[in-house]
């Protein structure tokens, strides 16, 4: 039955690719991408109703505590798992025989362990400390306390998911994320109806919540990965030439080049971007607002208005974690035209992608807000942040494109002058000019790093665009915004009817326009 099923499931591929005159290698790309789009889209979706919820049960001032205590978090996850599944990904694709595979993959599981655990420990036992002489606030305890216990869990995971990203289990790996999101989302909505109208207990159940989820999301993807893995390793090993990108005799040597840059450059940046929460509400009061007002203000722009930005970014975040086990293929077997092929795609498709977003949000930023958040504020941070989201977005393409290409260490530099940068500018902006100094801040340091990261990426891939796209772009965004502003009418039906009329315009008219080998 089971070699029966194969044997169909093959042929069918196969009339597939012949009638769209695509490789199977190229299917299986854009199945993925397209499992890992509806996952992302899915995620992110669920990521902003949630928010919206929180907003509505916590409060303004209470999504400002929440955001000081996950960055603290965001620091203690950055230090357990950055680097670890980019290099589970890297070496699992460039290893060539089964061998080297799987202890690449035991090299990464340790390194897993040791990190969770110093994680931990430091969020256990130092949560005291943090909370009273960093955040300022002792409320923030107890959740700090509970993020400690979920840092193994969280660390190990990522190696999990940077393996099935190198064997294309990309199913997989998106399921787990919807299992974990669904799960977590609802531990914590169970443990909020016991914490009460308190904001500390509040923020420890949705803590317990993401720790419990973690949890549960990792044993299913243990046990995915130790039904899979002899089949998925030798169908792996099988696309290379049986030659180890590295040094097969140290893999531990291999695991750090990458890990090492990766998670210092992340756990400075996480550090510096901490720094950085922290100075916005005290910059906010010097303003002069009060402590409420300030939170608040925070809580709007960065638990309201960033996540309803960043949402469409899940389409390019999805076909950018494919890139890397192509790119890291591409190079163990030296093939500088395929990756500037890759290079040149990847860039004019997230472009294309990016440019439709940012009119998106600057057209319906005031429904978005008040919609979602009833929120007038929200809809104004949305609308000043949507010209910058194609600087955004290319960032990220291109940030993934260079770690695929082992350009770990140029991207630490980077990113370590970005969060500098961040923490200057925040301390000097946000006593003077409030909440739009952070703004201020958010649009130069997202310019900076997308312009150094793509200067090096054309000194490294040399990838090709041609310049005829932007006449082509001026065009699809020009097309969208025209049709959607003969359309008039009010409330939400209005609304979702609009928005669907652009983006089938933009889309449409881009792929008519745009140029065929891009497409």
């Known amino acids: 039955m089971p070699a029966k099923e194969i044997t169909v499931k093959s042929f069918v591929q196969r009339k597939i690719c012949s009638v769209c005159n695509i490789t199977e ?51 203690a996850l950055t230090l357990a ?38 994680s931990a420990a430091g969020l256990f036992f130092g949560a005291g400390f943090i909370s009273e002489r960093v955040l300022g606030d002792m409320r923030c305890a107890l959740p700090l306390r509970l993020a400690g216990l979920g840092m193994p869990f969280a660390a ?86 049986g ?21 210092a450059a992340a756990c400075l940046r996480s550090a510096l971007s901490s720094v950085e929460h922290i100075l916005i509400p005290r910059g906010l009061k010097k303003n002069p607002l009060t402590a409420a007002t300030a939170l608040a203000s925070y809580g709007v722009l960065c638990g309201m208005a960033l996540p309803v930005v960043m949402l469409p970014a899940a389409f390019l975040y999805s076909f950018t974690g494919l890139l890397v086990p192509e790119y890291a293929l591409a190079e163990a077997r030296k093939d ?4 500037s092929r890759i290079s040149s795609r990847a860039i004019s498709l997230a472009v294309f992608y990016s440019v439709g977003a940012a009119g998106f949000l600057w057209l319906f930023a005031g429904e978005l807000g008040s919609f979602l958040y009833n929120s007038t504020d929200a809809g104004i941070f949305i609308r000043v942040l949507a010209p910058l989201v194609p600087v955004m977005y290319l960032d990220h393409t ?31 902006l946000c006593g003077r000019i409030g909440i739009w100094g952070f703004v201020v801040t958010i649009w130069a340091t997202e310019v900076v790093n997308a312009s150094l990261s793509v200067w090096k990426l054309v000194r490294r891939a040399s990838p090709r665009v041609s310049l005829s796209i932007a006449p082509r772009l001026i065009l699809s965004l020009s097309a969208g915004v025209a049709v959607v502003s003969f359309m008039g009418g009010e409330g939400i ?27």
């Open 25 to 75: 290698r190229k299917l299986r790309f854009f199945r993925d991408g397209a499992v890992l789009t509806a996952t992302g889209l899915f995620m992110r979706a669920v990521g902003v109703a949630y928010s919206a919820f929180l907003s509505s049960r916590l409060g303004a001032d209470g999504l400002g505590l929440w955001t000081l205590i996950m960055s603290v978090c965001s620091f």
């Open 81 to 118: 798992s950055s680097g670890l599944g980019l290099a589970a990904t890297r070496l699992s694709a460039s290893a060539g025989t089964p061998e080297r595979v799987r202890r690449a993959l035991g090299g990464c599981f340790a390194a897993a362990l040791v990190s969770g655990g110093i």
């Open 156 to 241: 190990m995971s990522g190696v999990l998911h940077g393996y099935f990203s190198a064997v294309r289990r990309s199913p997989v790996s998106a399921g787990v994320q919807i299992f974990e999101q669904l799960s977590g989302i609802g531990a914590t909505v169970l443990l909020l109806g016991t914490s009460g109208r308190d904001i500390g207990s509040a923020c420890a159940s949705l803590v317990a919540g993401s720790v419990i989820s973690g949890a549960a999301s990792f044993l299913a993807a243990l046990v995915v990965y130790l039904a899979l893995r002899r089949r998925d390793i030798a169908s792996l090993c099988a696309q290379g030439d």
């Open 243 to 263: 030659k180890s990108a590295g040094n097969p005799k140290n893999p531990a040597r291999e695991i750090l080049s990458i890990v090492l840059p990766v998670s």
């Open 336 to 339: 500088e035209r395929g990756i």
């Open 398 to 428: 291109v940030d993934a494109m260079l770690k695929g290409l082992g350009e770990q260490l140029f991207c630490m530099k980077v990113n370590i002058l970005d969060a500098a940068m961040s923490v200057v500018m925040v301390a000097v």
């Open 493 to 519: 039906v209005s609304f979702i009817l609009r928005a669907v009329v652009y983006v089938m315009t933009f889309a449409l008219v881009s792929l008519i326009t745009l140029p065929r080998k891009t497409r």
